[in-house]
């Protein structure tokens, strides 16, 4: 199996002060900056997490590799666990050289403590968005990393990453052969805000993501960069077929306005996005295969857990076990493993090796 959103972290921001430059070193040492907060409460027993999260010292935050390797890839058999975070300093909208800073300590943090405790584990070069150039010099400089495989760009209230300005990061994460990953944030929202309600907000994030897809789609990125791959995390999946109907419908009839779009919006997601299939709807195996029916083709779909997150996913009850044997592997490992470009030989072919 393998998990596409597994979110590592920290146990305060001080963690980072080993990690980042000066002067922004005695910055975060003085407590001059307290994080990101979120605009709302959690309802859930865990607080955003699940309620069994807790390290050997009593805390909550998934700072100690030891329990996620315990709690996730052993308790789940996780041949490859790929970590995106959950500190995306493109959430900071002023002094972006300090955004920019944190992001390069925060890598250097994930390197070093979490990448080289397990080969198992796959890691996301974090960037300030907000500062392209900056962040195309990030990229290249923790591609060397043979397990970083993506570049993380958060969606946040104020950007859609269509925009011509965000083409740096695109092209360095392009030059390095690197997936780019969107993963929705506390400030991902709908056409009309939050909402009033937790329920409400958690309700609208879809539509957030279906933003920056039609963006990107629509203002070319797929068609400047041919050999871009893509991926969609935590915002579900069962919202496609009608974002890519109403683009094609678009397409057809307002092409002339963007004639540097060579493929149908569908050819493009079909060839080079994959959405994570966390937060999986409640369906029927019946209802799973026909949407990816109406998607038009199994080869979208990739397993998340968003490990540690309340809504976590189990892969027995979320993946249906009477799925086609063959979809289900491709949705449980063979998909991400393309993405990837993992070498995972798969059992039937690792049992004849041994016969």
């Known amino acids: 199996m393998i998990d596409t959103d597994v979110h590592e972290g920290f146990a305060g921001i001080k963690d980072l002060v080993p990690y980042i430059k000066a002067p922004y070193k005695d910055w975060l040492a003085q407590g001059a900056w307290r994080?990101?907060?979120q605009p709302f409460a959690y309802t859930s027993p865990g607080n955003g997490?699940?309620?069994d999260v807790q390290n050997e010292d009593g805390s909550a935050s998934v700072s100690d590799p030891a329990m996620l390797k315990r709690d996730l890839l052993d308790e789940y058999n996780v041949t490859k666990a790929v970590l995106t975070g959950y500190f995306y300093p493109t959430g900071l909208k002023m002094?972006?050289?300090f955004a920019s800073a944190m992001a390069s300590a925060y890598n250097d943090m994930v390197a070093e403590k979490w990448l080289s405790s397990d080969p198992r584990f796959a890691g996301s070069i974090q960037v300030n968005a907000r500062a392209p150039e900056a962040a195309a010099r990030e990229i290249d400089r923790m591609a060397a990393h043979p397990q970083m495989v993506q570049v993380m760009l958060p969606i946040v209230d104020d950007i859609a990453y269509g925009h011509p300005?965000?083409?740096p990061i695109f092209a360095a994460?392009?030059?390095?052969?690197?997936v780019v990953a969107f993963h929705h944030t506390v400030f991902a929202q709908g056409p009309y805000g939050m909402g009033l309600h937790y329920i409400e907000r958690h309700s609208l994030i879809p539509l957030a993501i279906q933003g920056q897809v039609i963006s990107l789609i629509l203002n070319g990125v797929f068609d400047e960069f041919e050999k871009l791959r893509f991926i969609i995390l935590e915002g579900g999946f069962s919202w496609l077929p009608h974002t890519l109907w109403r683009m094609d419908r678009e397409y057809r009839q307002g092409r002339v306005e963007v004639p540097w779009i060579?493929?149908?919006p569908s050819q493009h997601a079909h060839e080079r996005l994959k959405l994570a299939t966390q937060p999986t709807e409640d369906m029927t195996t019946d209802q799973l295969l026909k949407v990816i029916d109406l998607i038009g083709t199994e080869d979208l779909l990739v397993f998340a857990t968003d490990y540690p997150h309340f809504d976590f996913d189990d892969p027995d009850a979320a993946i249906p076990r009477s799925l086609p044997d063959g979809l289900r592997?491709?949705?449980l490992w063979k998909n991400a493993a393309d993405l990837y470009g993992f070498d995972i030989p798969d059992q039937h072919n690792r049992a004849t090796a041994a016969e």
Do not use: P, T, V, W
Not at 173 to 178: G, S, T, V
């Open 329 to 331: 592997q491709k949705i």
């Open 173 to 178: 994460a392009e030059r390095n052969d690197l």
């Open 165 to 167: 300005y965000y083409r």
């Open 262 to 264: 060579k493929k149908l």
């Open 35 to 37: 994080g990101f907060s």
């Open 95 to 97: 002094q972006y050289d």
């Open 49 to 51: 997490n699940r309620a």
